[in-house]
């Protein structure tokens, strides 16, 4: 039985912050890709940079229906791109000129940021996670 004194929901700036003072950080997954690798929210790679930098466990928590026999090639490969207009106004796009704004929807985190991966079977390390998916995906 997993007891749990305390959580709290940090965005990726702040994480920096406070690195020093976890133990363990969870992440939810958009997708985990048949190499290991995960897709997370747009920010999550600076939080994996950053466990990493800290050796603090990265811990993905997605079900088993997030499997993907997908493998990506580069950051940008099943990547969605958000409108800018999101972020700016009508009237900061009246003075901004000359600018090209990408804003990612999604952050490819490769398998070596991951320390453990939790679905509804089960915990996984990244490097057995190839079994899983030989378990639920047939080759045709």
């Known amino acids: ?76 490969t099943y990547n969605d791109l958000i409108n800018p207009g999101v972020i700016f106004n009508e009237t900061a796009e009246e003075k901004i000129e000359n600018i090209d704004v990408v804003i990612p929807g999604f952050d490819y985190i490769a398998p070596e940021y991951v320390t453990l991966y939790v679905t509804n079977l089960g915990e996984h390390t990244p490097a057995y996670i190839y079994r899983v998916f030989s378990e639920y995906y047939v080759k045709q």
Do not use: W
């Open 1 to 76: 039985m997993l007891l749990c004194t305390e959580f709290t929901k940090l965005s990726s700036v702040t994480f920096f912050l406070i690195e020093l003072f976890l133990k363990n950080s969870f992440k939810g997954a958009h997708s985990i890709m048949a190499n290991g690798g995960i897709l997370g929210t747009s920010g999550c790679l600076l939080v994996a940079l950053a466990c990493k930098a800290h050796l603090v466990p990265m811990i993905v928590v997605g079900g088993i229906y997030k499997l993907t026999p997908k493998v990506p090639f580069e950051q940008d």
